[in-house]
């Protein structure tokens, strides 16, 4: 038992198969066996027959989809072995830089603020003590110290904004342009594609629409194909082949009969009497 069966067209395949029809569609009117769309039947109505016969138009292009559909599983493989290699490896490294990351953030974050708080207490009050009279003789250490933090202070916010810098930068590198995320199929599954378009179009869809105009009988909202579509490929099962016995054998042949041979009596004149 032999299975000639066309692969199922794929969810994903199925926006692309409506663009084929809507391109047939939109340009019928440059073809001569497509002319008369428009007079018995419209292009909606031509579109309404062509999806609900999409599992046997694709049929016609069946070698071209599987092969398609082949190359492109293949071209995704090493993707996706990659991505899985990148999830074992990435806890460990990322914990490592995770903790790295976390403290100098941490770092980055509070030096500004620490460094800031103590240089306004520190001018606060040695600048009130250089008010008291007599003045202490250690407000001009406070107000030092208050100065010295200051300068820590824009010392830490502009080691954060070049830290901040760097980091956009270093992201920035490693990150993928969109078009390059989005970009052309390879060539051999651009190939693939293209050679499975072209075959739903010049074996599938436009015989598909020719057979629709000529048959008057030819219901837009049915899923049954016009009666003039012969070149679509049959799908299914063939029978098991049966063979006769061969000539030599006795086995399971008929026995032939023969009817027994009569022979009137001879019939004569006196002549022809017995003795």
């Known amino acids: 038992m032999h299975m000639n069966s066309?692969?199922?067209?794929?969810?994903?395949?199925r926006a692309e198969y409506e663009r084929i029809l809507d391109d047939a569609l939109r340009n019928a009117h440059d073809r001569p066996d497509l002319a008369a769309v428009g007079q018995r039947l419209n292009a909606e109505q031509l579109r309404t027959m062509a999806l609900n016969a999409t599992a046997l138009i694709t049929t016609a292009a069946a070698a071209e989809y599987e092969h398609y559909i082949k190359i492109r599983e293949e071209m995704?493989?090493?993707?996706?072995?990659?991505?899985?290699?990148?999830?074992?490896?990435?806890?460990?490294?990322?914990?490592a830089a995770e903790r790295g990351a976390g403290f100098g953030a941490v770092i980055a974050v509070l030096a500004p603020?620490?460094?800031?708080?103590?240089?306004?207490?520190?001018?606060?009050?040695?600048?009130?003590l250089k008010m008291l009279s007599p003045t202490p003789a250690f407000a001009e250490t406070m107000v030092a110290a208050g100065w010295f933090f200051g300068a820590?202070?824009?010392?830490?916010?502009?080691?954060?904004?070049?830290?901040?810098?760097i980091t956009a930068l270093r992201n920035g590198a490693t990150q993928l342009p969109?078009?390059?995320?989005?970009?052309?199929?390879?060539?051999?599954?651009?190939?693939?594609?293209?050679?499975?378009?072209?075959?739903?179009?010049?074996?599938?869809?436009?015989?598909?629409?020719?057979?629709?105009?000529?048959?008057?009988?030819?219901?837009?909202?049915?899923?049954?194909?016009?009666?003039?579509?012969?070149?679509?490929p049959k799908v299914g099962y063939s029978g098991p082949d049966y063979s006769s016995p061969s000539e030599g054998s006795t086995a399971g042949q008929r026995p032939t009969f023969t009817s027994p041979d009569f022979t009137s009596p001879d019939f004569g004149g006196p002549e022809h009497q017995p003795e």
Do not use: C, Q
């Open 113 to 128: 603020v620490l460094a800031g708080t103590a240089a306004l207490i520190f001018l606060l009050v040695g600048y009130i």
């Open 152 to 165: 820590l202070t824009a010392a830490a916010i502009l080691a954060a904004a070049i830290g901040l810098l």
């Open 178 to 232: 969109a078009e390059e995320m989005t970009g052309e199929l390879p060539d051999e599954v651009a190939r693939a594609k293209d050679a499975w378009r072209h075959a739903v179009l010049e074996r599938g869809l436009l015989p598909f629409l020719r057979a629709a105009l000529a048959d008057p009988s030819a219901d837009p909202k049915s899923a049954a194909p016009p009666r003039h579509v012969s070149r679509i």
């Open 6 to 13: 066309a692969p199922h067209l794929l969810t994903e395949d």
């Open 76 to 95: 995704r493989a090493p993707t996706s072995v990659a991505s899985v290699h990148n999830s074992v490896l990435a806890p460990a490294a990322g914990e």
